[in-house]
């Protein structure tokens, strides 16, 4: 079987090229995702929240490590409903499926993101 023709780089090319790459995931989702947009609004609000808030450094760490957490899980579910979409847009159930746990896992990550502010904003 033949490998993908983009397999061939190594060492720091690949690591220049990951990175262009990279960031080109991270403007397309700004551009194309409205709830992305909107997750990065919601980090920009509170990752710098965390650094004034009184807490404790592994405290803050998982207030910033949930609110990036959610933007992760954003691109995930967006790469997930661009690849359906792109193999086709009929209405298939294992479509249906793979759309529903990615916006499954973002509820998660949004339930777990509330969890972890209120538990230590309020112990």
Not at 7 to 19: E, M, Q, S, Y
Not at 25 to 54: M, N, S, T, Y
């Amino acid at each position: 079987m033949k490998e993908s023709p983009f397999k061939g780089k190594t060492g720091i090319t690949r690591l220049i090229n990951a990175f262009g790459y990279s960031l080109d995931g991270l403007k397309a989702a700004f551009r194309h995702e409205d709830a992305f947009r909107q997750l990065v609004l919601l980090a920009a609000v509170l990752i710098p929240l965390a650094f004034v808030i009184h807490a404790q450094p592994l405290e803050r760490a998982l207030l910033v490590a949930s609110s990036l957490a959610t933007l992760i899980i954003e691109l995930l579910n967006s790469a997930i409903e661009a690849a359906v979409d792109h193999t086709s847009l009929e209405r298939h159930p294992l479509a249906k499926r793979a759309k529903d746990m990615g916006s499954a896992a973002q509820l998660l990550g949004l339930i777990n993101l509330t969890a972890v502010w209120c538990l230590v904003l309020f112990g």
